[in-house]
Structures are given as C-alpha cells and as structure tokens.
C-alpha cells in the first residue's frame, strides 16, 4: 500500500511546472544523443521515448518516475538483504516521502536513472559476495556498467567500490 502512496505522490503535479533550463537542455540531447558529453544510455533512451510518447512535461518526466519508483523499491531490497525487512522498508519509507527524491523524480534528467543502477547494483553485489554465483556476479556487472553508461561520474562510486 505504501509503494502505492508513493507512486502517486511522484505522479501528482508531474507536468505542473514548466520545463527548466537543464530540461531544455533534456531535450536537445534526446533529440541528438550522439552530440553530448554525457554518459549515453539515459539520453539514447529517451531519443526513442520521445519518438513515441512525443515531448510535453510529463512525457519526457515520466522515465525519471519510473526509476524514481523503481529505486524505492531497490532501497527496500538492499535494506532487507543487509538488515531485516523492517529495515528496508523503513528506508523504502523514508526515500519515498524525501523532498528530494521527489523533486528528482519530476525532473526530466538522468540522475532517477542514475540512483536505480546504483541501489541495484549495490544490492546485487551484496548478494554476489555472499552467495557467490557467477549469475549474480554477470547481473551485478551489467547493472554496473548500465549505472556508468547513464552518469560518468558514476566511475567515482565504482572505484570506491
């Protein structure tokens, strides 16, 4: 019921403000993400998104819902996986209703894209270490490697790592 409730508080308002100047920029680099300096897999992503769902403010908004959403759901996995249950529900509870998890879910940037790959990832190489399957560790990899073809600056979280 929860997860529900936090869906709906990222959907309300979505397209309410209009774009921004980096979500102009959005734009731009969803039409040509060959052109950017950026990272390329969230902007590849939303060339063909664009294509379908055309550009307004909550079209080219939903993808960083999605991953918003989706990174609630990787917090509450990972905080079960490294404590109990309680925990990771407890965490899922407090991104979900975090002012800047929100703002970042309706904004039309990479960074929702970025914080899914990298819970996941996380998650997953906790549970490469402790079960040891090559499975976990080829999910872990490609996870990753998705994590760095979204943000660049990724690779400083990778390295610490």
Partial sequence: MSFFCFLLLRLYRLSYHD??????????????????????LYWIM??????????????LRFPSLIFSFLSIIAVF???????????????????????????YAQEARDYSMLLFWGTLSSYLLFR????????????FTIVSLAGLYTYSRKQILCTIL
């Fill in 19 to 40: 774009f921004w100047y980096d979500e102009i920029g959005t734009i731009k680099y969803a039409y040509y993400p060959w052109r950017t300096w950026n990272a390329p």
């Fill in 46 to 59: 939303l060339h063909f998104w664009i294509k379908i769902f055309r550009i307004s403010e909550f079209s």
């Fill in 77 to 103: 996995f990972l905080g079960k996986a490294l404590f109990s249950k309680k925990v990771g529900l407890l965490a899922s509870i407090f991104m979900g209703i975090s002012p800047f998890h929100l703002w």
């Fill in 128 to 139: 490469a270490i402790r079960k040891g399957e090559l499975k976990l560790w080829v999910i």
